[in-house]
């Protein structure tokens, strides 16, 4: 049997010839549905050989073809459903589209050239997709491979130095207070709405831009941790929890607003295998988020573990990964971060060393080691990948801070000295387009400002300064939604600076909002009108009836003539409203209104009423008046005179 050419939608059979009969009734009516109407038509002995079923149902397919030809031209479609299909010409519709469209060439043309003078200019923000950047990295290196002559390369890298430091938002500057201490931590919110700080005086500060005026003024101030200071802070990847690293060996997880969600297990620090516990023994030195995964973090601690936690439920570990020194023992890991994909974790140690691991295979080989990594001693402070993935940043306390490629990692790609830290948790950051690598300095000696390096991750020269404060210099974060930079200082400050045009929202919002006062309320005092019928003197009583008279008068007590009350206090009846006894109540009334001083001399306190008790005699010489006596006192003797002997008596003798 001659095969015809087949389509994309239906089957063209050779008209010529007629069809052949088939050997069942299945195969048969398939064939008759592929058939066209005009095979079927044409073919002198097809309707010959076939029932009337089959010719119904030729017929009807030859109608329906019809009815949908005439809906295409009614419509002006080239056809619809599987029947529809036909074969085309894929250049053939290219010219067709040019000749109807004479314009879309140069429109495309146009849109090419707008986006390489886009890409030249520099008006990306954010960070580049992978495949962007690998277009960027391959086109950058043809056009190196096209300069022929030094010069066109020197004008070059000037031209690229002066677009980089347009690149960096430092037009203007806002400066916000968090306390009086070092701020060691500092994290964003994913969508650019929220910052967060801690402090080695214990406190965490929120700060919301859509809510702060231009004073600055954080909206919430508190204490998660107690008496630790707070290390690290991170927002979560939907921005909705905070990961909180402080110096004691549980973190924990905050909401937005700063409620707590989980606390970590603390590890038993009797068992020697760090595996075989719930949790971290020792201070807590670096956590983070999964770049994709809003429940799992990971910490590392001075045990000498990293853990991987999971869920806010589980309150236990999902892994724990050690790190280990030259001769296997064991080391610290100072910091601790995931790439973008979260395929690799790496570690930065306290013996100099970076160690990764690759998170699809088990962790007890690494995937990475380098041991000189660092001078041995000094803390690893940071460690983090670039955005696209391929390079890593490492800052550390020998003054150092250099860049490795993932692909050699033997070697770093570049080292830039002199750059003193003095604090454990002082960063480096990429910029959003991978092109700087920024981080900051403590203050050293004899210097009055400490200032904030950016450096070019391709010719890995200095492209710019900022002197920021006459202090230390510790976390640095550039945002890569808002295009702002966050510097947080050793005297309590925390320095934004952004550009007018390149950078949106967050303290832009800020800095045109003006602090109101309260308007104090004003009370206005109602004055009092007095009527003369409202005053008791001149005011009418109402008409009541005698019962209501009888009770007013019984409430009355003058009216009613009641008796006084019986004393509750006390006893001995009426007695006891001045004293609990008749003694006390006498020494109330009566001994206490004629006191007599104790210095006094009674014969004198005596003879002074003495005169007045002749003279108007009250109680004894009235009654004795009659009867009494003439009293009879001894006189006084001169001094010269001497006293008559007593004569003695037999009792004497």
Known sequence: MQRGKISFGKIQLNINKAPAQPKSNETAEEGDAKESPEASGSGGGGFKKMDKQQMIRQIEDVAEDLESQHLKEVMGISGFGRKAAQVFDINEQIEKARITRPGLDKKREDSKQEEEEAEEEGDVIGPLPPAAATDTDKSTKEASKEEDSDDDSSDEDSDDEQSLVKRIPYTHEVQMQHGSRAVLALAGDPSGARLVSGSIDYDMCFWDFAGMDSGMRSFRQLQPCENHPIRSLQYSVTGDMILVISGNAQAKVLDRDGFEKLECCKGDQYISDMSRTKGHVAQLTSGCWHPFNREQFLTAALDGTLRIWQGLKAKEQVQVIKTRAQGGLRTNAASCNFNRDATLIAAGCVDGSIQTWDTRKMYVNTTHCVRDAHQKGSEITSIVFSYKGQELATRSNDETMKLWDLRQFKKPLHTWTNLFSRYDTTDCCFSPDDRMLVT????????????????????????????????????????????????????????????????????????????????????????????????????????????????????????????????????????????????????????????????????????????????????????????????????????????????KTEADK
């Open 440 to 647: 900051g300095e403590s203050l050293p000696k004899g210097q009055t400002e400490a200032n904030l390096y950016f450096y070019s991750t391709r010719t890995y020269e200095e492209v710019q300064r900022i002197p920021v404060a006459n202090s230390h210099v510790v976390k640095t974060l550039w945002h890569p939604k808002l295009n702002q930079l966050f510097v947080s200082c050793g005297n309590g400050t925390i320095k934004c600076y952004y550009d007018e045009t390149r950078s949106i929202r967050g303290a832009k919002l800020c800095v045109v909002k003006t602090h109101r006062k309260r308007q104090p309320m004003e009370m206005v005092g109602v004055s009092q009108i007095i009527t003369p019928h409202a005053l008791p003197l001149f005011r009418q009583e109402k008409s009541r009836t005698s019962r209501k008279r009888m009770e007013k008068a019984r409430l009355d007590p003058v009216k009613s003539k009641r008796p006084d009350l019986p004393i509750t206090s006390g006893q001995g009846g009426r007695v006891a409203s001045s004293g609990g006894t008749l003694s006390s109540y006498v020494i109330r009334n009566l001994g206490l209104s004629k006191r007599v001083d104790d210095d006094q001399d009674p014969r004198e306190a005596i003879l002074k009423y003495a005169k007045d008790a002749a003279e108007n005699p009250y109680w004894i010489a009235p009654a004795y008046k009659q009867t009494q006596p003439k009293a009879i006192f001894s006189e006084k003797l001169p001094a010269d005179e001497p006293a008559t002997k007593k004569p």
